[in-house]
């Protein structure tokens, strides 16, 4: 039973996918964009550089750390005369002498010292040897994958077995986002289709390997996906009503500037990012009322079906209670730089939430909110009828 319900779910996404490829063709071909087009399309596939890592033997030149109060801090530029060692690449072991410009009005400024590591643009001549460097970034890739290992081990140190299913199920996730969702967006699928599609599977197989294969489940299932649609219709219907683009931000902005992408459906990927981002609350409430009301029922078999219902929506009150805040903090969290910026330049409340940026953010913390609500009655009323152990 389970195996056909995965099956079919899989089959229904990608025929769902499939029915909604993009219908404007290859750009190449556009004679207002296929020229730009075809430089994009080449600049990506065939850069002409590499990114590789490189480690700063010695610092022969600084003049960073000097006091210089008689220069405008416009035009206060120092410079660092920086010895490295490329770790990576055709050119590993290679060692070049390179300057690092820093505008002291920047406050992102890259200064290093010894031993520090680095991602640098190595551009090579026709002969194959290095011709340029540029500095790209400072090394911070072990300290991430550090934490995310300690993440991964905390999960099974504290969960044992159950955590040890929450690393493969978040890995699945990931993957399925990573490798199937975002390239299918990409190719001009429809973005909410695809999402839902990909929610759909990532909630069945994550609840299936979490809870295991019986009616509890099957509950929680149904209740996280009716959520996130709920999220999804919300969402919908605002940002049609308030004429959002999801183009609000620069990233949406600098996707769209690539002719190759002008093709993508901008306010479905605004939608998908409303669900994938509900997802998570949604599926920890639908889980939650599904096992408490499984618990009621094992202890008292007789329970009738409206007194079960009751106490499903009593716990699912307490539980939004705590959670309806969840996905409003998580969104205020990440625009803090942002909300700051509004008020060191004193703009008015009404200038602010007509901001396409702004007004979409809202939709999807508030969209994301009710889809949680949601999910707490509809996973009671199918946890009370036909999710019911007997």
């Known amino acids: 039973m389970k195996c056909r319900l995965l099956v079919l779910i899989i089959l229904t996404s990608l025929f769902l996918t499939s029915c909604n490829s993009n219908p404007e063709g290859d750009i190449t071909k556009d004679e207002k964009y296929g020229g730009l087009a075809t430089y994009y399309e080449e600049d990506m596939e065939k850069p002409e550089y590499d990114v590789v890592k490189a480690k700063v033997i010695r ?12 220069i405008p801090i416009e035009q206060d530029i120092r410079y660092q005369h920086l010895y490295i060692r490329l770790l990576q690449g055709k050119h590993k072991g290679e060692e070049y002498s390179v300057r690092n410009t820093v505008e002291m009005v920047n406050p992102y400024r890259l ?11 190595v551009y090579e001549t026709d002969k194959g ?43 699945f996730t990931i993957i399925l986002i990573a490798f199937v969702m975002l390239p299918l967006i990409l190719r001009g699928f429809n973005p909410l289709v695809v999402t839902v599609g990909i929610i759909s599977i990532t909630t069945t197989f994550t609840l299936l390997i979490i809870s295991g294969w019986n009616k509890k489940t099957r509950t929680a299932i149904l209740g996280t ?11 919908g219907l605002v940002s049609g009503v308030a004429m959002l683009t999801g183009l609000g931000d620069e990233q949406a902005r600098m996707l769209a500037y690539i002719p190759q992408n002008r093709h993508l459906d901008f306010k479905g990927i605004l939608l998908s990012g409303i669900i994938i981002g509900a997802l998570g609350a949604v599926m920890d409430v639908s889980l939650s009322i599904a096992s408490a009301m499984w ?3 094992d202890n008292t078999p007789k329970i009738s079906t409206k007194r079960l219902i009751k106490s499903g929506m009593n716990i699912g009150k307490d539980i939004m209670g705590s959670m309806s ?66």
Do not use: Q
């Open 59 to 70: 610092v022969d030149r600084d003049d960073t750390t000097l006091d210089r109060p008689d």
């Open 111 to 121: 200064v290093f010292k010894t031993g520090d590591k680095m991602y640098i643009y």
């Open 129 to 171: 040897t290095v011709g340029n460097i540029h500095i790209y970034e400072r090394c911070r890739d072990s300290a991430i994958f550090i934490i995310v290992i300690a993440f991964l081990i905390l999960l099974v140190v504290v969960g044992g077995f159950k955590g040890l299913k929450s690393v493969i199920t978040l890995t």
């Open 225 to 235: 996906v009716g959520g996130v649609l709920v999220a999804a219709l919300a969402a």
């Open 295 to 297: 618990e009621i029922e």
């Open 325 to 390: 805040n969840t996905l409003i903090l998580a969104y205020v969290g990440g625009s803090i730089h942002l909300l700051l910026l509004f008020i060191a330049y004193d703009i008015t409340i009404i200038e602010i939430l007509n901001m396409d940026m702004i007004a979409s953010e809202i939709v999807r913390a508030v969209a994301g909110s009710i889809g949680l609500i949601s999910a707490i009655p509809l996973t009671t009323w199918i946890g009370g009828t036909i999710g019911r152990k007997n």
